[in-house]
């Protein structure tokens, strides 16, 4: 086996072929840590190079760039491209009401912010900064059509020629999304947990184009929801001043709108002030030019096989997108592994054995977090309770930051563990139910004292 030398203090650490199977955002990222680590890297992915594409097909969330993800760019020099120089900063949320107004609710403290950053221009950056390495070779229109992972054996089916391609590594990384392939082989291992939730809630794409002289129809540098309850609509800005619109809401109510006048009726209902905005022929258009997508939740384990396979990303653990943490979880995957890997001299079975055990509570705990999300920008917001939690977390979040650490803050401006964001606002949540216990049983108190003076 070689050994790497002079690749970023890795001398004399083994020199490994690396399979990755997805050249997504995940696998692209992936392998530009491999290749920088020395390893020879062969990106499969199942598309054509969406460099050479005019159109990408199939529909797409926004992105959230927020710290975890910014973090595992920035170890392999893509953060000041990807993030300063393309990303939108939203620093709030702002909030739609029915009458037309609005209002924001700050995301943290001040200069605090989540980037809006395009999902193809993302992808595209990744490709070609993976290329740059001379050690990464990409293979596009190839499809996993079966393998064997304890021997890091593959065959591949190339598109649309049916040409086939056996192709080996001594590590398999599955980086394929929510219907990964290669986790379905490793579904075929004893001991392999596997669950997917789909929830009664679909997602359609719409779009509010740039105004006429270029700009953005709505201030830039916000999140925008409209919380409905049951359904919302939430937008992100471009940046070529346009918004991505998305719709949330159950595919019941998704199919009442089967005519024009019924769509148009309902968006003049519940978001009066986005139908100028997107205008009712794109609106109509737009709507009707393709069904709601599914939302599936998935989480299984372990992660890997000995030595050999591993799965990150999506596919391990796909997640609805309502705390905006599916990129960055999977970005920090990336990172994580690459650490582990560190740790362990690149000692692939140990270093594997360790992130399966340790990030699996973590990536669960945020899939979790990820659907409670949902209700809280649908319905949460609206509500005095949660209004008024957020400035109590606010307020003691400024007096002692390193002690009082807010759930969102946690989960989108911090390297907190996920499962450790969850055990920190469950403690929180104990001190705040006895501080409001207490403060209850200081005012009957009060007023018992003082009903007894006021009677004798």
């Given at each position: 086996?070689?050994?790497?030398?002079?690749?970023?203090?890795?001398?004399?650490?083994?020199?490994?072929?690396?399979?990755?199977?997805?050249?997504?955002?995940?696998?692209?990222?992936?392998?530009?840590?491999?290749?920088?680590?020395?390893?020879?890297?062969?990106?499969?992915?199942?598309?054509?190079?969406?460099?050479?594409?005019?159109?990408?097909?199939?529909?797409?969330?926004?992105?959230?760039?927020?710290?975890?993800?910014?973090?595992?760019?920035?170890?392999?020099?893509?953060?000041?491209?990807?993030?300063?120089?393309?990303?939108?900063?939203?620093?709030?949320?702002?909030?739609?009401?029915?009458?037309?107004?609005?209002?924001?609710?700050?995301?943290?403290?001040?200069?605090?912010?989540?980037?809006?950053?395009?999902?193809?221009?993302?992808?595209?950056?990744?490709?070609?900064?993976?290329?740059?390495?001379?050690?990464?070779?990409?293979?596009?229109?190839?499809?996993?059509?079966?393998?064997?992972?304890?021997?890091?054996?593959?065959?591949?089916?190339?598109?649309?020629?049916?040409?086939?391609?056996?192709?080996?590594?001594?590590?398999?990384?599955?980086?394929?999304?929510?219907?990964?392939?290669?986790?379905?082989?490793?579904?075929?291992?004893?001991?392999?947990?596997?669950?997917?939730?789909?929830?009664?809630?679909?997602?359609?794409?719409?779009?509010?184009?740039?105004?006429?002289?270029?700009?953005?129809?709505?201030?830039?540098?916000?999140?925008?929801?409209?919380?409905?309850?049951?359904?919302?609509?939430?937008?992100?800005?471009?940046?070529?001043?346009?918004?991505?619109?998305?719709?949330?809401?159950?595919?019941?109510?998704?199919?009442?709108?089967?005519?024009?006048?019924?769509?148009?009726?309902?968006?003049?209902?519940?978001?009066?002030?986005?139908?100028?905005?997107?205008?009712?022929?794109?609106?109509?258009?737009?709507?009707?030019?393709?069904?709601?997508?599914?939302?599936?939740?998935?989480?299984?384990?372990?992660?890997?096989?000995?030595?050999?396979?591993?799965?990150?990303?999506?596919?391990?653990?796909?997640?609805?997108?309502?705390?905006?943490?599916?990129?960055?979880?999977?970005?920090?995957?990336?990172?994580?592994?690459?650490?582990?890997?560190?740790?362990?001299?690149?000692?692939?079975?140990?270093?594997l054995k360790e992130f399966s055990t340790t990030r699996r509570p973590d990536a669960e705990a945020i899939c979790g977090l990820a659907m409670y999300n949902y209700v809280e920008m649908r319905d949460l917001v609206n509500r005095k309770s949660f209004l008024i939690r957020k400035k109590v977390d606010s307020l003691l979040h400024s007096l002692m930051p390193n002690l009082w650490i807010p759930l969102y803050t946690s989960v989108t401006f911090s390297h907190m563990p996920y499962a450790q964001c969850i055990k920190n606002k469950e403690w929180q949540d104990k001190i705040l139910d006895r501080a409001l216990t207490?403060?209850?049983?200081?005012?009957?108190?009060?007023?018992?004292?003082?009903?007894?003076?006021?009677?004798?």
């Open positions: 086996m070689e050994t790497i030398t002079g690749a970023n203090g890795c001398d004399g650490f083994p020199k490994i072929k690396v399979a990755i199977v997805g050249g997504g955002l995940v696998g692209t990222l992936s392998a530009c840590y491999f290749a920088k680590r020395g390893h020879e890297v062969h990106l499969y992915e199942l598309r054509p190079d969406i460099r050479e594409l005019e159109h990408v097909p199939g529909r797409s969330i926004n992105l959230a760039l927020s710290v975890r993800g910014r973090a595992a760019l920035k170890e392999v020099g893509l953060e000041e491209q990807l993030v300063q120089r393309h990303g939108i900063p939203m620093y709030a949320r702002m909030i739609h009401e029915l009458d037309g107004s609005t209002r924001s609710i700050p995301y943290g403290k001040k200069d605090q912010c989540i980037y809006s950053v395009g999902r193809r221009f993302l992808n595209e950056s990744l490709l070609t900064a993976a290329e740059k390495y001379p050690n990464v070779h990409c293979h596009f229109n190839q499809k996993l059509v079966s393998a064997n992972l304890k021997q890091g054996q593959m065959t591949f089916e190339r598109q649309p020629s049916k040409e086939i391609e056996q192709v080996e590594a001594q590590l398999v990384v599955g980086a394929d999304g929510a219907f990964s392939s290669v986790r379905k082989q490793m579904m075929k291992q004893p001991l392999c947990d596997f669950s997917q939730t789909y929830i009664p809630h679909g997602y359609l794409e719409l779009c509010i184009p740039a105004l006429s002289d270029g700009t953005h129809a709505m201030p830039k540098n916000y999140l925008h929801i409209w919380p409905r309850g049951r359904f919302m609509m939430i937008a992100l800005p471009n940046q070529d001043a346009s918004w991505t619109v998305t719709l949330f809401m159950p595919f019941d109510e998704f199919g009442k709108l089967d005519t024009p006048q019924r769509l148009l009726a309902f968006f003049k209902e519940h978001f009066p002030d986005a139908v100028p905005l997107i205008g009712e022929e794109k609106l109509v258009s737009d709507f009707f030019a393709c069904k709601p997508s599914p939302l599936v939740s998935v989480k299984c384990g372990p992660y890997n096989i000995g030595d050999t396979a591993l799965i990150i990303g999506d596919a391990a653990h796909a997640m609805v997108p309502f705390y905006g943490q599916g990129m960055n979880a999977g970005f920090e995957d990336c990172r994580l592994l690459d650490a582990v890997l560190l740790k362990h001299k690149f000692d692939v079975g140990p270093a207490l403060m209850a049983a200081s005012l009957v108190a009060f007023a018992a004292f003082f009903f007894y003076n006021a009677t004798y």
